[in-house]
């Protein structure tokens, strides 16, 4: 998407909306004269914007964000009717794409995570370094970081904040947060910071304490990872033989989500020398990307933010969309329905 694509060494800070990679994203993507292309994170509209200056092609823009889409207004006026914004989860994008073009496409992009934009907008609560209401949601609807934190249970607190947030005090974490709520509702970014920093303790040159609790609350209120499994599977289906998959991802967990929908739908059948090859489906995908590309020193110098930033891209075949259980790659964590239910209770 932007500039500030959640980099956990320097998340809550401010930085300027550049767009992350955008050498290697057109590299990859390839764009060219009448091609149909998904920006499926608009954002500040950085990627499409390069996109639509590389070939006289089309470009469809999606986020939730609804304030992303209504700041695009300049970028659409100036496209010369290239350009279509539309407020939707990018696992939607099958949907979009079939409502404003004929598919197949010509290619996909998909740059994950949060914005510079949320993180610097206090009032959005993505930032534990700026006073805000705990909000975190990408759109504007569903419940929000202080609702979770006022009604899930412990075990389910830290189970969100040790799987999407890799946060080793997370049990200790889930622990304060219960006994704080007890005496008053946590609902502002620095009271749960602070409540954090009482349990996890950072020496000089470590993130931020809140860094992976934040993380974890963020991509859960989002329902993060289940959004780019169902991407992935959606940008399978509506892109055409020779049409690319560029995916940009800023952690861990992210990343291996990605490398692990490319690797099996790149595979041809699996076996080994004590049991027989198992064919599978044909390859719908091949992998452009050996390693993920990574930004240089002079990209991180002008952007710090970019720095954890990993770039995989794969062609699609001429092999039909294989069906998948995407929930498979997924972590195993309780679902907001359930939490609800549970502070019903």
Known sequence: MITGRDSSAVAGGLARHIPVLSRPVLEYLQPREGG???????GAGGHARAILAAARCRVIGIDRDPSAIENGAALLAESDGRLWLE???FSDLEQVVSRVAEPPVDGVLLDLGVSSMQLDE????FSFRLEGPLDMRMGREGPTAADVLAAAPVGDL????ATLGEERHARGVARAIIAAREKSPIESTTQLAEIVSRVVRARPGDIHPATRTF?????FVNDELGEIA???GAAERVLKAGGRLVVISFHSLEDRLVKTFFTGKSRTGGGSRHAPEVRGPAPSLRVLTKRPVAPDDDEIALNPRARSAKLRAAERTAAPASRSNLDLLLPHLPSLDAIKRSRRG
């Open 215 to 219: 993380q974890a609350l963020r991509m």
């Open 36 to 42: 149909i292309y998904v920006d499926g994170t608009f």
């Open 158 to 161: 830290a189970a969100i904040i």
């Open 122 to 125: 206090a009032a959005r609560g």
């Open 230 to 232: 169902a991407a992935l």
């Open 87 to 89: 407020t939707a989860r």
